[in-house]
């Protein structure tokens, strides 16, 4: 007699970055060397000061529950970084700290939505928003952008939605975004934030690429924008991206204390509390001066500048230059409509399997004629791989 599922996990789709990195690695297990354009995480090591603060903790026996939201701490170490960077201001019982920015934004939603309620998505979007809606009996609203406005969505495309679908719950914003390493402008979100306002509509801002910017570009919070709409924003941020502490598991939320408050209850019913030591070494991250993860960040553009330069003299494709976080995304239409294959799953497959190159479907993100590439991987690495994924390309045409 088999086990009845829920309708819940039934209706989830595995992540499709994680699958493709489990493929690669089976594959980098029996000995086929792979080029890795999967992996959503720098390739640099942690900070040694913030390792030796992880370390330091472990010394102290620092090893036991904590408070559920957080070590006062560091919420008063976030509280500075928000002030400093953001200009925005918060009080402790306005920030929760959570195992990572996603099971924060997995929180948000958890609190804000029920059975049907509408969650705008612009696409393309990072992987997991529209399934964590889900995993919450919500609707994902998916906004479609246009590759000419680099994939961001519009004052009058929201005020569309909120006109064609009736009452609004929440929208998910992801700046710098992730796949298209796109930026917001501070006019773009007041116009957002203006409508969110109008409309009561909650706004999830994932920020976690905020310091990965590149060509001059500022980073601008929505809640910078409008007076009033940080009492409908919960910002989302975190140490993985920009310390290069994607293992450590440590995101942070801001927002209104009503909202942090039942965050912080679900958590208590769930994780418990972040790790006691990745808390102490976030203190560290976040006190660090921007100086000192500078040369990530110019690493980073040089890679950039490389890889969509490479991938725009390839016949057929067409890239446009991200502004920010370590992903291009590179229409590749042309080679679906030239071949038999029906759309990215199959293209990155046949990619994987004949160039040992490992992309990521365009599909998983909203737009299926697109593929994405992180340059988080060593320039060596990358022209091997652009010089592999040309020549598995132009074999097809």
Not at 62 to 89: Q, R, W
Not at 169 to 186: E, F, Q
């Amino acid at each position: 007699m088999g086990i009845k599922l829920s309708n819940r996990v039934q209706r989830m789709e595995p992540s499709a970055t994680i699958k493709l990195f489990s493929e690669a690695k089976k594959m980098m297990a029996e000995g086929i060397d792979i080029v890795n354009f999967g992996v959503g995480e720098p390739d640099f090591d942690t900070p040694e000061k913030i390792k030796n603060s992880g370390k330091q903790a472990i010394d102290d026996n620092f090893t036991k529950y904590t408070v559920t939201s957080g070590i006062p701490e560091l919420k008063e170490a976030i509280i500075k970084k928000f002030k400093h960077d953001n200009n925005l201001d918060y009080k402790p019982g306005e920030i929760i700290v959570t195992p990572g920015a996603k099971a924060a934004i997995a929180e948000a939603l958890a609190v804000i939505c029920d059975l049907g309620d509408k969650i705008v998505i612009p696409a393309p979007y990072w992987v997991s928003y529209p399934t964590q809606v889900k995993m919450v009996d919500g609707e994902p609203i998916i906004a479609k952008t246009e590759e000419q406005n680099s994939y961001k969505i519009t004052g009058e495309l929201l005020q569309e939605i909120v006109d064609n679908e009736g009452q609004v719950t929440g929208i998910i914003l992801n700046s710098p975004g992730n796949p298209t390493g796109s930026v917001y402008t501070k006019d773009e979100l007041a116009e957002i934030a203006e409508i969110c306002y109008a409309n009561g509509i909650v706004i999830i801002a994932d920020e976690i690429y905020e310091k990965l910017i590149y060509d001059g570009e500022e980073h601008i919070s929505i809640v910078n924008t409008n007076d009033k709409i940080q009492d409908l924003t919960i910002v989302i941020n975190g140490v993985s991206k920009a310390y290069a502490m994607t293992g450590w598991r440590l995101g942070y939320a801001a927002g209104p204390s009503e909202i942090i408050d039942n965050m912080a209850k679900l958590q208590g019913q769930t994780a418990s509390c972040v790790i006691g030591i990745s808390q102490k070494a976030a203190i560290t991250a976040l006190e660090m001066e921007d100086s000192e993860i500078q040369n990530m960040v110019d690493t980073f553009k040089k890679r950039r500048d490389f890889l969509v330069q490479s991938l725009n003299e390839i016949e057929g494709i067409e890239c446009k230059m991200p502004l920010g976080a370590f992903y291009a995304f590179p229409n590749v239409s042309y080679y679906i409509d030239n071949t038999d294959f029906n759309g990215t799953d199959e293209l990155s497959q046949h990619i994987l399997k004949n160039a040992h190159v490992a992309v990521v479907s365009g599909k998983a993100f909203g737009m299926d004629n697109h593929l994405r590439f992180s340059y988080a991987n060593s320039m060596e690495n990358l022209e091997k791989g652009i010089q592999r994924f040309k020549n598995c390309l132009l074999e097809l045409i």
